[in-house]
C-alpha cells in the first residue's frame, strides 16, 4: 500500500520557519519525482514544488521562489519541504504527492492526508 504522511505543520508567525516532512512508503521512492501542493482555505490545489527522483533538479512556483527549499533523502524515504520567511499567504494544507510523467503532463498518483500551516501573528 502507498502511503504518503506528511508532518511538521502547525502555527508559526509571519517570518517565521518550519520544515515539513513526508515519510514514504509502499513504492520505489528513489525512482519518482516528488511534489508539494498546498490547498489554501477556499482554494483550489496549487502547485508549490517539483524534486526529480534523484534530488538533482527542483523547480518552484513563483509566490514561493527563493523562500522554500524542496528535498529529498532516498536512504530514508523522505521528502523535505524548508520553508523561510513564511508570508500570510503561505496559510494552507500542505500535501506531498508521487508523480509520474506521461509524455504530455505530471500525473498525480498518490498524496497524503496532509498537514496545515498556519502563518499568523
Known amino acids: 500500500e502507498v502511503q504518503l504522511v506528511e508532518s511538521g505543520g502547525g502555527l508559526v508567525q509571519p517570518g517565521g520557519s518550519l520544515r515539513l516532512s513526508c515519510a514514504a512508503s509502499?513504492?520505489?521512492?528513489?525512482?519518482?519525482?516528488m511534489r508539494w501542493v498546498r490547498q489554501a482555505p477556499g482554494k483550489g490545489l496549487e502547485w508549490v514544488s517539483h524534486?526529480?527522483?534523484?534530488?538533482?533538479?527542483?523547480s518552484y512556483a513563483d509566490s514561493v521562489e527563493g523562500r522554500f527549499t524542496i528535498s529529498r533523502d532516498n536512504a530514508k524515504n523522505t521528502l523535505y519541504l524548508q520553508m523561510n520567511s513564511l508570508k500570510p499567504d503561505d496559510t494552507a494544507v500542505y500535501y506531498c504527492?508521487?508523480?509520474?510523467?506521461?509524455?504530455?503532463?505530471?500525473?498525480?498518483?498518490?498524496w497524503g492526508q496532509g498537514t496545515q500551516v498556519t502563518v499568523s501573528s
Open positions: 509502499g513504492f520505489t521512492f528513489n525512482i519518482y519525482a
Open positions: 504527492a508521487k508523480v509520474w510523467w506521461y509524455g504530455s503532463s505530471w500525473y498525480y498518483e498518490y
Open positions: 524534486i526529480n527522483s534523484g534530488g538533482s533538479s527542483t
